[in-house]
């Protein structure tokens, strides 16, 4: 508009008009910087619009791709749609954090070009230049992702997997002359996410055979010439596609010991319906990886709907605890989502261990320190309470004593409200979004999402992350996080608490009102 309105008082010249060009100009920035201001520092402030997640300013989004740490930086570069907010035209959009949740968006780092979309993948940091590509004696940045080719008339879809390198902190890429790197000639082959293995001192990649529910894993000394080494599956859950596989190590318990963690997407006929995320524990010896437990056994994730094609960051310096991102939607629904200008979303950044539970070893997941930056002052919970605002962080302890059924509602207001609740004649944690506000815009929204919780003690601990349109819940020290969208009425901010058949103990707790990220 103000590019618009100055080219055309320009186009009218003569120098007479030369001050009245100006005087629009001045008004014209003067009333940018207003409307700047009033949408809370950079177009960040519309309805529903998360304050310490990120999502892109316009557009759409879907999974989380090529997290890495690199000099200090943590990179996000997620699926783009750099011309509107549905699917389509897929790209990687870029942004930087130096805390993982004050975010800065950058130009689109990799785009669709001559008809083929830049689908999901990972980057690696190659420090002793085994690529040939990093310049000046420095470590460089290498993307490996999956070209897609739609079908044509004549042609069926490809998918292929392709790199392209960076010697500017990601700020430029350039895609490999040799591309792609990789092509089994399939329309279903995706997702690598490469790592760097220390056993085997050379690269491995983890990728997608959807349609057989298969992991294939390869590995390459230079990120261009890529070997098969060994494959994974079908096992657990394989009613969808698999998509978005990855391979990790974590520590058990905090010890020396380890196990790895592959885990992989599966859209549709995940547990709650669309898309989530199952995961296998066990072994990789470099080579192979081993299930520990039987083929059958599928564990979750997240419990919540809105978790999908969740990556960690590679190259993170040992001091930094293991940290996974997810896109925070639904294949059933991500597309009518009631946001504008944007479509999608990031989870909190997790952060991620092992612990040894009566049922085995499990995955643990915590929101980031970083978040305790953003806090205000501690206010105590109380069972009935209004002014929470709709972007808030919240533990409590609840002794469940006699009751049957202990929960709180949050963002509620006059009949308007998502509950978060524990039955503990089933054993069931929840969280029913059903009357959380805007739910109509798709049958697969309005929904309870439940999880298999056994109690250590006759008491629950709930961690929970309001950000205006999500509620993720972290319970038990993280033992069971579910991640769900919601759209609240803008004044809906009371919490309530509520105990059925029996009553609770005292409960204990803690809120914070949680400041905006964006715009500082
Ligand atoms: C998962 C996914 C990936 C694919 C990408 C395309 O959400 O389907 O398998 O690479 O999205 O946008």
């Known amino acids: 508009m103000l590019y618009l309105v100055s080219e055309f008082v320009e186009a009218k010249g003569a120098g007479g008009r030369k001050i009245l060009r100006r005087l629009m100009n001045v008004l014209l920035i003067s009333l940018g910087g207003l409307l700047w201001g009033q949408a809370g520092g950079g177009g960040y402030d519309q309805p529903f619009r998360p304050q310490f997640h990120f999502s892109p300013r316009e557009h759409w989004t879907n999974d989380p791709n090529g997290l890495v740490y690199f000099e200090g930086e943590y990179h996000l ?13 897929m790209s990687w959009g870029h942004a930087v954090s130096r805390d993982l949740v004050h975010w800065e968006e950058l130009p689109v780092a990799l785009k669709e070009e001559n008809g083929v979309m830049i689908f999901t ?104 010439k890529w070997n098969r080494l060994s494959e994974f599956g079908p096992a657990g859950a394989t009613s969808g596609q698999w998509e978005c596989p990855e391979l990790f190590e974590l520590p058990v318990d905090g010890t020396q010991e380890t196990r790895w963690v592959l ?31 039987p083929a059958e056994t599928t ?30 939607s639904n294949w059933q629904y991500a597309r009518d989502v009631p946001t504008s200008p944007w479509r999608g979303q990031m989870t909190l950044p997790r952060k991620l261990a092992l612990h040894t539970t009566a049922e085995g070893i499990r995955l643990i997941q915590q929101p980031v320190n970083s978040l305790l930056g953003l806090r205000e002052a501690p206010i105590g919970v109380h069972e009935t309470m209004t002014g929470t605002g709709h972007q808030f962080q919240f533990t409590s302890i609840i002794p469940l004593d006699t009751a049957q059924e202990v929960g709180w509602k949050v963002l509620a207001k006059n009949g308007t409200f998502t509950s978060i609740g524990y039955d503990r004649v089933k054993g069931l944690l929840y969280v029913d979004r059903t009357h959380s506000g805007e739910v109509g815009f798709s049958k697969d929204f309005p929904t309870r999402t439940e999880a298999p919780l056994k109690l250590n003690a006759n008491r629950l601990r709930l961690d929970v992350v309001v950000d205006r349109d999500s509620v993720e819940v972290f319970a038990e020290g993280g033992r069971v996080t579910m991640t769900n969208l919601v759209f609240a009425p803008q004044d809906a ?15 204990a707790g803690s809120l914070w009102k949680l400041r905006s990220a964006w715009g500082k």
Not at 79 to 87: A, E, I, K, L, S
Not at 313 to 321: A, Q
Request: net charge neutral; charged share 20%; glycine share 12%.
């Open 493 to 507: 901010d009371g919490l309530e608490f509520y105990a059925k058949g029996g009553t609770a103990g005292v409960v």
């Open 299 to 328: 564990l979750w994730t997240d419990y919540g709907k809105d978790c999908y094609c969740a990556l960690t960051f590679n190259d993170l310096p040992k001091t930094i605890t293991p940290t996974m991102i997810g896109w925070m």
């Open 121 to 224: 993948g990972s980057v690696v940091v190659d420090r002793a230049n085994s690529s040939g590509f990093c310049r000046g004696g420095k470590p460089c940045m290498v993307a490996v992702w999956t070209g897609h080719t739609s079908e044509t008339g004549t042609k069926p879809a490809l998918q292929t997997q392709n790199i392209a390198y960076s010697n500017d902190h990601g700020r430029t890429w350039t895609k490999y002359s040799g591309n792609p790197v990789l092509n089994l000639n399939m329309a279903d082959f995706r997702d690598p996410k490469v790592f760097w293995s220390t056993q085997g001192k050379r690269w491995v990649m983890a990728v997608a055979l959807p349609n057989d529910h298969k992991v294939l894993l390869y590995v390459s000394a230079d990120l261009k």
């Open 77 to 89: 570069f997620f699926q783009y749609n750099p011309f509107g907010d549905v699917w389509g035209h």
């Open 263 to 293: 885990k992989v997407g599966l859209n549709p006929g995940a547990l709650q319906g669309g898309s989530g995320e199952q995961y296998f524990i066990g072994r990789f010896d470099g080579e192979r990886f081993q299930n520990d437990n």
